[in-house]
C-alpha cells in the first residue's frame, strides 16, 4: 500500500470517529434532559389544569347550594310546599279514580314511555312494577299532569293547572309559575333538570316543576325510594340544620330516561318544624362543560390528546371522553381492544356518551378514589401509554377522582424530534469531516515525508552555493524520480551558468564605463561623452550622447524663456495688487451702505407690520363693539320677554297651588275609602272563622284586602304629606317670582343705558378704524420701496464680491507663475551646458510674445 493510502485512510478515521462518538453521546444526554424537562413541564401544566378543575366544580356545586339553601328558606316556597302538601291529601282523600283514566296511565308506561327509553338509548324496562306501587291520588296526578298533558316530556312545566277542579290544582295553578321561574333562571348556570318537593309527613313528591315518572311517588317505599333520589331525601329528611344541603352521586334515573342524573336536597323548614324537603336534579351536562372546557381542549392547553375527567366510585366516567367526541371510531375500536364488553361500547355508541358507561380501572383512577394525589406515567383506559395527574375531590360527601392527561407520545414528541436532529446531523457532519479527511490526507502525502525533506535539503545545499550536491533519491516510487529529474536539472544548469560567467565578465566591464559616464551625467554635466563599444552597450552609448545633446539644446531655449516669463508676471503681479487693493476698498463702502440700506428696511417692515395691527386691532374693536351693541339690544328685549314670562309662570303657580287643594280634598275621600274596607275586611275575616274550614279561602281573600285597606291608608298619608309640601313650596316660589321681576326690571334700565354707551364707543372706534388704515396703507408702500432698494444693494455687494474673489484667483495664480519661473531658473542653472553662440537682446526691452516666438525658432533649428 502506498503511502498516499496510508495517510489517507488514518486522517479520514480520526477525522470520523471523535464525530460517531460524540454525536452518539450528545444524542443520549440531550433526550435524556429534554425528556426530564419535559416530564416536569408536563406534571407541571397537568397539575395546574387540574387544580383549575377542582377549583371550577368546587365553585359549581358551591353555587348550586347556595341557590338551594336561599331558595328553601323562601316564604312562598314554604307557603307553596304547605298548600301543595294539603291538596295532595285532599286528592287522596278522594279516593280511586276512574277505570279509563287507569287504564290511559297504564298505556303510558308500557307504550310511550317505553318508545321515549328505546329511543334515548335505554335499556328495555318491566314497568308492571312502577305502576303497581303507585297510589291511588299518584295515579291521579300523573294521569292529569303527565298523560292528559298535551305538551311532550321535557316541556310538561308550560301547563299550570290540570281542569279537575281540584284543591291541588287550585294550588298549582298558584304555586307553579313562581316556582318555574326560579328552576329557569338557575338552569342557566346550575345545570338543573327538574325541581321536586316532598312531603315530610308522608314522603310523597308532592310538586315537580317537569313532571316526569318521580311526580307523585313515596321516597319511603315508592319504586324510586332505593335510588338516588330517594337516598337525598333521607340523609335531607333527618339533617340537623336547615342549612344543610346533601348531594347524591350521578345515577342511570329511569325517570329521565336512563339519563345520568344527581341530586341535590335541602331541607324545607315551617318555623321550627320540617315541612318537607326540596329537591333538584341535575344533570352532567354542566360537569361535563367544565372538565372538557366546552370541547376547547386546545384553548385550555390540552393540546391534541390532553384531555381531564372525573371518576367516580363506581370506576366510570362522570363526563364524555374527549375521544368520544372528536375520535369516536378509534375512540370505540380502542375499548375493544383494552376488553371493554361489546354491549358497554355499543351503548356508548348509541347513546354518543360515556358517562355512567366508560369503566376506568387505571391506577391513577384507583390512586385519586383512594385519596392520594401525585403525577405519574402509566395506561389510560385506552391502553395508551399517558403521563397523568391524580386527585381526589370530594363534592357534597361523595369522592370523586379528578383525572388530567397527555398522552406520552404527544408530551415527548419533541424529544423525539430532537434526538432524530441529532443523529441526523451528527451523519452529516461526520460525512463532511470524512471528506475533509480524506483531502487533508491527500494533502499531507504531498508535503509531509521523509524524502520530501530530504529534497528540500539538496536544495537548500545547491542555493548556498554547493554545485555538487545532489539528490540521489532511492525511495523507489515517484519521488525518486523527482529527485532524478532535479539531479539532471541541476547539472545542466550549472554548465549553463558557466558559459554564461564569462559573457558576464565581458559584458561587466562595458557596463563600468557606461555607469561611470552616466555618473557624471547625474551631477549636471551635460559635456560628458559616453564611449562607444562594440557589445550590446554600445547602441545604448551612442543613444545616451544623442540624448544629451538635445537636452542640452532644449534647457538653453527654456532657459530663455524662463527669464522673460518670470519678467512678465512680475509685472503682472503689481498690476494684480493693485486692483485687489482698489476692489477691497470698494467692498468696504459698498458692504456698508447694504448695511445701512438693511437697517433702513427692516425699520420699515417693522414700521408696516405695526401699523397692520394697529389696523386689524382697530378693526376687531370696531366689531366687537357692534357685537357688543347687539348683544346689549338682545338683553334689553330678552329682559322683557323675561319679565312677562315670569308674570305667566307666577299666575300658573298660584292655579297649581289651587289645584293641590283640591287633591288634599281627594285624599281625604280615599282616606275615607281605606277605613271603610279596612272595617269590611275585618267583618269578612269574622265571617270567614265563624264559618271554620269552609271560610278557609274566604279568610285568605279577607287579609289580602285587610293589607290593601292598610296599604291605601299608609298611601294617602304619604299623599297628603306630599300635597301639604307642594302647597308650601308654592307659596315660596310665588314670593321668589315676586323678587325676581324686581330684578329685571331693574336689569332691563341698566341695559338700555349701556346700549347708549355702547353707541357712542362704536362711532368713535370707526373713526380710529379710518386714520389707522391710511397709516397702514402709506407704511406698506413706504416698506416696498426700501425692499426695492435693499435687493439692488444686495446685487451690488454680491457682484463686488465675486469680483474680489476673481482678483484674489487671480493674484494667487500670479504668485504661483512667478514662483514657476525663478524654480525653472534655478533648475536649469544646476546643469552645465555645452556653449553656443546665441544672440541674446537685452531681457528688459524684448516683449513677451517675441521672446517666446524667438525661443521656438531656436528650438527649431536645432
Same mark, same amino acid.
Given at each position: ?12 478515521? %480520526? ?91 297504564? !298505556? ?53 293547572? #290540570? ?31 327538574? +325541581? ?7 314522603? !310523597? ?111 366510570? %366516567? ?28 355499543? @351503548? ?75 443523529? &441526523? ?115 545604448? &552609448? ?112 298660584? @292655579? ?65 304629606? +306630599? ?25 332691563? *334700565? ?30 406698506? *408702500? ?33 504668485? #504661483? ?18 556653449? @553656443? ?26
Amino acid at each position: 500500500m502506498k503511502l498516499r493510502h496510508k495517510i489517507l485512510l488514518g486522517s479520514s478515521l %480520526l477525522a470520523v470517529l471523535p464525530v460517531l462518538v460524540t454525536g452518539g453521546l450528545v444524542s443520549t444526554m440531550s433526550t435524556q434532559l429534554a425528556q426530564e424537562s419535559l416530564v416536569d413541564q408536563t406534571r407541571e401544566q397537568l397539575n395546574t389544569i387540574g387544580e383549575l378543575k377542582s377549583e371550577q366544580l368546587t365553585e359549581y356545586v358551591g353555587l348550586v347550594e347556595r341557590q338551594l339553601r336561599a331558595y328553601s328558606r323562601d316564604p312562598g316556597l314554604v307557603t307553596g310546599l304547605r298548600d301543595l302538601g294539603e291538596g295532595y291529601r285532599a286528592v287522596s282523600a278522594n279516593g280511586a279514580i276512574e277505570a279509563e283514566q287507569r287504564q290511559l296511565v297504564s !298505556e303510558y308506561y308500557r307504550d310511550s314511555f317505553l318508545r321515549e327509553l328505546r329511543r334515548r338509548g335505554g335499556d328495555q324496562l318491566d314497568t308492571g312494577p312502577l305502576l303497581s306501587s303507585l297510589s291511588e291520588a299518584g295515579l291521579a296526578l300523573q294521569y292529569h299532569y303527565m298523560v292528559a298533558n298535551d305538551s311532550p316530556a321535557g316541556f310538561r312545566q308550560e301547563l299550570d293547572a #290540570a281542569t279537575d277542579g281540584s284543591a291541588f290544582s287550585e294550588a298549582h295553578a298558584l304555586h307553579h309559575p313562581r316556582i318555574r321561574d326560579f328552576l329557569d333562571g338557575a338552569a342557566r348556570t346550575g345545570g338543573y333538570e327538574d +325541581l321536586l318537593l316532598v312531603d315530610a309527613e308522608s314522603g !310523597e313528591v308532592v310538586y315537580s316543576v317537569g313532571k316526569y315518572m318521580d311526580f307523585a311517588t313515596s321516597l319511603t317505599d315508592g319504586p324510586f325510594a332505593e335510588t338516588a333520589i330517594g337516598d337525598a331525601y333521607r340523609r335531607a329528611i333527618s339533617a340537623p340544620s336547615p342549612d344543610d344541603v346533601v348531594f347524591s352521586d350521578f345515577q342511570a334515573y329511569v325517570p329521565a330516561f336512563g339519563a345520568p342524573s344527581a341530586f341535590m336536597a335541602s331541607p324545607v323548614y315551617d318555623g321550627t318544624e320540617v315541612a318537607g324537603v326540596m329537591i333538584a336534579r341535575l344533570s352532567a351536562s354542566r360537569i361535563n362543560d367544565i372538565m372538557t372546557s366546552n370541547a376547547a381542549w386546545r384553548r385550555v392547553g390540552l393540546r391534541e390528546t390532553g384531555e381531564t375527567y372525573l371518576v367516580g366510585g363506581d370506576g366510570t %366516567l362522570r363526563n364524555n371522553s374527549r375521544f368520544l367526541v372528536e375520535q369516536a371510531p378509534e375512540y370505540l375500536q380502542a375499548l375493544r381492544n383494552v376488553g371493554v364488553g361489546a354491549g358497554v361500547v355499543d @351503548r356508548i355508541e348509541a347513546v354518543n356518551s360515556s358517562v355512567l358507561l366508560q369503566p376506568v380501572n387505571t391506577s391513577a383512577a384507583e390512586a385519586a378514589l383512594a385519596g392520594r394525589s401525585g403525577f405519574a406515567q402509566a395506561t389510560d383506559y385506552r391502553g395508551e401509554a399517558v403521563f397523568t395527574a391524580f386527585a381526589p375531590i370530594t363534592v357534597g360527601g361523595v369522592t370523586w377522582g379528578l383525572i388530567s392527561q397527555f398522552d406520552e407520545s404527544e408530551a415527548l414528541a419533541p424529544v423525539f424530534a430532537l434526538r432524530d436532529s441529532v443523529v &441526523a446531523g451528527s451523519a452529516a457532519v461526520g460525512l463532511v469531516l470524512l471528506v475533509l479527511g480524506g483531502a487533508a490526507g491527500w494533502l499531507f502525502t504531498r508535503t509531509v515525508s521523509r524524502p520530501v525533506q530530504h529534497l528540500e535539503n539538496t536544495v537548500r545545499q545547491v542555493a548556498a552555493g554547493d554545485d555538487s550536491a545532489r539528490a540521489r533519491m532511492t525511495t523507489g516510487d515517484e519521488l525518486q524520480t523527482l529527485g532524478d529529474a532535479f539531479d539532471s536539472l541541476l547539472d545542466e544548469r550549472i554548465s549553463q551558468y558557466e558559459a554564461a560567467a564569462r559573457e558576464n565578465e565581458q559584458l561587466n566591464n562595458s557596463v563600468i564605463e557606461l555607469l561611470r559616464a552616466v555618473s557624471q551625467l547625474s551631477q549636471q554635466d551635460l559635456t560628458v561623452k559616453v564611449p562607444v563599444t562594440e557589445d550590446v552597450t554600445g547602441p545604448v &552609448a551612442d543613444a545616451l550622447n544623442q540624448m544629451v545633446s538635445e537636452i542640452g539644446d532644449l534647457l538653453n531655449d527654456a532657459s530663455f524663456v524662463a527669464e522673460r516669463v518670470g519678467l512678465a508676471s512680475r509685472r503682472l503681479k503689481l498690476q494684480a495688487d493693485k486692483v485687489r487693493q482698489m476692489a477691497q476698498d470698494e467692498g468696504v463702502e459698498v458692504d456698508a451702505m447694504a448695511a445701512e440700506l438693511d437697517e433702513a428696511a427692516r425699520t420699515m417692515a417693522e414700521i408696516a407690520e405695526l401699523a397692520e395691527r394697529c389696523d386689524q386691532a382697530a378693526a376687531q374693536a370696531s366689531e366687537t363693539t357692534g357685537t357688543a351693541l347687539e348683544t346689549v339690544n338682545g338683553t334689553v328685549q330678552g329682559m322683557s320677554l323675561i319679565r312677562e314670562l315670569v308674570h305667566e309662570t307666577e299666575k300658573r303657580i298660584k @292655579r297649581l297651588g289651587e289645584r293641590s287643594q283640591e287633591i288634599s280634598g281627594i285624599v281625604d275621600i280615599i282616606n275615607t275609602i281605606a277605613e271603610r274596607t279596612h272595617v269590611l275586611a275585618l267583618n269578612a275575616s269574622m265571617q270567614a272563622a265563624a264559618a271554620g274550614e269552609a271560610g278557609r279561602g274566604f279568610a285568605v281573600v279577607a287579609d289580602e284586602v285587610q293589607r290593601l285597606a292598610e296599604s291605601s291608608r299608609n298611601a294617602t298619608s304619604q299623599i297628603s304629606g +306630599l300635597v301639604h309640601n307642594i302647597q308650601v313650596e308654592t307659596a315660596d316660589t310665588i314670593t321668589t317670582m315676586g323678587r325676581t321681576i324686581s330684578e329685571v326690571v331693574e336689569g332691563s *334700565r341698566m341695559a338700555e343705558r349701556a346700549g347708549e354707551q355702547m353707541l357712542l364707543t362704536q362711532r368713535t372706534t370707526s373713526e380710529l378704524v379710518e386714520a389707522v388704515q391710511e397709516i397702514a396703507s402709506g407704511s406698506q *408702500r413706504q416698506s416696498k420701496v426700501s425692499l426695492l432698494l435693499q435687493q439692488k444693494a444686495a446685487n451690488v455687494q454680491l457682484s463686488t464680491q465675486k469680483t474680489r474673489q476673481r482678483l484674489e484667483e487671480q493674484t494667487i495664480q500670479t504668485k #504661483a507663475l512667478v514662483l514657476n519661473s525663478n524654480n525653472l531658473l534655478e533648475s536649469i542653472r544646476t546643469f552645465k551646458l555645452p556653449e @553656443r553662440a546665441i544672440e541674446q537682446a537685452p531681457v528688459e526691452a524684448q516683449p513677451l510674445v517675441a521672446a517666446g516666438g524667438e525661443g521656438h525658432a531656436r528650438s527649431s533649428g536645432t
